[in-house]
């Protein structure tokens, strides 16, 4: 219990000391008092989520990959939790998991949520700095590669709709967009042309590796992507 005495021992100088100042030392050594006691409770202060995916069409749904509950971890509020029940909600840029009976769903704070993984899979939180011009917006970003350069994948679906003589289809339409990070600036890519662009200290070393090993951007483009930033790396070192 050495780890609960040292924060009740903090807490408690904290207020005999300093009972009207530094509020927020205070109440920053009592979350991480209660974080100690109920570490998972500090996980379930978002809101209800309300599942939608019955109004789309057949298997039509909102998350990524599959609409069933995978297992993962999220660094929330700066604590790690693993090993729990995530949903990731691209549509609505949110991430979902059950109260700790399984009665509701609840979506975490996003503001609080620094990064997050659904099996091997990693996302990062991403927050452009306040008046900086960027082509990224705040939300999470997959992490295809992070070396000298980092790769992002950023995953986005939307909500349409089809009509016809009968009824009116919902579906889910996918329009992903991918990020390279150079420095301290972000840069849109989507083809080989673009990539180079951004990195273009490496362009004939690149184009070759590109031509030897036959990347393909068309149908794998996140494996070309991180190939490349790869290559991109050995080639700076």
Known sequence: ?????????????????????????????????????????????GRQYLDYRNVLYENHHPFFRSPDFQPGSVYYDGVLYEDISLQYDIVKNVIVTWD???KYLIELLSAKL??????????VHIRPEAGMRSPVEDGFYRLLYD?????????????????????????????PSYYIRKGNAYFPVSNKSSVLKVLNDQKAELNQFIRKQNLDFSGEKEKALAAIAAQYDQLTR
């Open 1 to 45: 219990m050495a780890g609960l005495t040292v924060l009740l021992t903090v807490c408690g100088r904290l207020s005999a000391q300093q009972p009207l100042a530094d509020t927020a030392s205070t109440a920053y050594a009592v979350r991480l008092y209660q974080q100690f006691l109920y570490p998972e409770k500090a996980l379930y202060t």
């Open 100 to 102: 700790p009976y399984r």
């Open 114 to 123: 620094d990064w997050f993984t659904i099996n091997d899979t990693r996302f």
């Open 147 to 175: 070396g000298k350069i980092t790769v992002l994948k950023k995953e986005a679906k939307r909500v349409v709709q089809e009509i016809d003589i009968k009824r009116v289809q919902r579906l889910t339409e996918e329009t």
